[in-house]
């Protein structure tokens, strides 16, 4: 096997992916069919906000080894790192991005070339929809090789996990297996493990299910504790003093690319309900926190409502799937006045403000990301509100400190 990979795909995990081969002495083509990420890329403009990332890209790009381009070339390794986003009608995974990938690689692949597939994809994916396409004239296990090594990394700190977790390589053969493990070595400090291309795919999609299903316990603990006037946090806290019990904690809903759409590729076409129920029970956490909202707005007029947190997690400028989306299209549906502010996201399907302007008269605060500047959070940061209203889908600021200045705090899972 040669050294020059073609990387396809320069995202949230196909750049940082990119950059580590180039690091370690390969010879990387990065390719997008965005002309402003290859664009940007090529003057040395890092779009994604990722500790590391934007030194790594540089020097990759400064040594020569990467480069960015429109359309593909003939390489050793193409590794498809697009986009599986979810058929919302269907609950189905959308493989149009890693169908037109394969499509790319077949025009050049040739015989003796590795193919391997980053993205999330349901089973069977590889065995039914990309080695179909790439057999053209070419037979996979015998004129060409093709693994899965799924991402195992998190937004905020893609790089120290990539680097520093295990990896599952899934691979036609025994040789398709070692070719990638090989590869792979060069940065990944963790252990590998090699199995089929099947069990591969599904291995991915159980970790971010496993985490989906145990959120939706915590979820619906959080609306039994408020029946009960109890605090779902301090239920979680107790029981996970028990060694074997590992809760998660509750929240406005699941957003992000992985867990909030990794279970519904799993279970396509199956009769599995725990899944599915799972899912719907944290689809239905914005809908819970805005039946909040408008209880506690039932007699105000024209309500202004601001949101913390556009991001689908803390400290990071990722809002894909955010619970916030469904949030803000509930309450303008009501056709009441909402602000949005975020100390890290800069693109967003609402206009972000600054918080002094987005809590300005405000009648009601949610906080739906529980970034680290909303930890730190005090009452003299929200001097602008009209009514001293929060509701905290995060239990992350001092409810204490604020109802000593007047403010009513609600918590998610918590109406003591």
Do not use: Q
């Not at 390969?26 to 994604?48: A, F, P, Q, R, T």
């Not at 037979?139 to 093709?146: L, N, T, V």
């Not at 970790?207 to 009960?228: H, P, Q």
């Amino acid at each position: 096997m040669g050294d020059k990979i073609c990387v396809l795909g320069l995202g949230y995990m196909g750049l940082p992916t990119a950059s580590l081969f180039s690091k370690n002495c390969y010879d990387v083509v990065g390719v997008d069919v965005d002309k402003n990420k290859v664009d940007s890329l090529n003057k040395g403009e890092v779009y994604i906000d990722e500790k590391g990332l934007n030194e790594l890209v540089k020097g990759a790009i400064s040594s020569g080894r990467f480069t960015a381009k429109g359309e593909i070339e003939e390489a050793d390794v193409f590794i498809i790192a697009v986009p599986t986003p979810l058929d919302k009608k269907n609950n189905k995974a959308d493989l149009k991005y890693v169908i037109s990938a394969s499509e790319m690689i077949k025009s050049v692949l040739k015989k003796g070339n590795l193919v391997i597939l980053e993205s999330t994809v349901p089973p069977n994916t590889c065995k039914n929809v990309i080695i179909p396409i790439l057999e053209d004239g070419l037979k996979a296990g015998s004129d060409f090789f093709i693994s899965h090594c799924p991402e195992r990394a998190i937004p905020g700190n893609t790089l120290h996990e990539l680097i520093n977790n295990d990896r599952i390589i899934g691979g036609l053969d025994e040789e398709s297996c070692n070719k990638t493990k090989k590869l792979y070595s060069c940065f990944c400090k963790g252990d590998i493990f090699l199995t089929d291309l099947t069990t591969a795919e599904t291995a991915k999609l159980m970790e971010n299910t496993y985490r989906d299903v145990n959120i939706a316990l915590a979820n619906e603990l959080a609306k039994i504790s408020e029946k009960f006037k109890i605090s779902a946090w301090e239920v979680i806290e107790l029981a996970n003093k028990h060694p074997r019990v590992n809760i998660h904690l509750p929240g406005p809903g699941v957003g992000g690319h992985c867990i909030a759409i990794d279970p519904w590729f799993l279970v396509e076409n199956t009769d599995a309900d725990l899944i599915k129920t799972a899912r719907k029970i944290n689809d239905s956490m914005p809908n819970h926190v805005f039946k909040i909202i408008s209880e506690e707005l039932k007699d105000v007029k024209n309500p202004k409502i601001t949101v913390l947190g556009a991001a689908y997690k803390p400290d990071v400028d990722d809002p894909r799937e955010s619970p916030a989306i469904e949030l803000i299209k509930l309450c303008e549906k009501e056709k009441w006045n909402v602000s949005v502010t975020d100390p890290h996201v800069k693109s967003f399907e609402s206009d972000i403000i600054g918080i002094d302007e987005a809590v300005d008269g405000a009648d009601c605060i949610v906080i739906v990301t529980d970034h680290k500047e909303y930890h730190k959070l005090s009452p003299k940061d929200l001097v602008g509100v009209k009514n001293k209203v929060v509701i905290d889908s995060r239990n992350c600021i001092d409810k204490r400190k604020f109802e000593k200045e007047g403010f009513k705090v609600i918590v998610l899972g918590d109406y003591r």
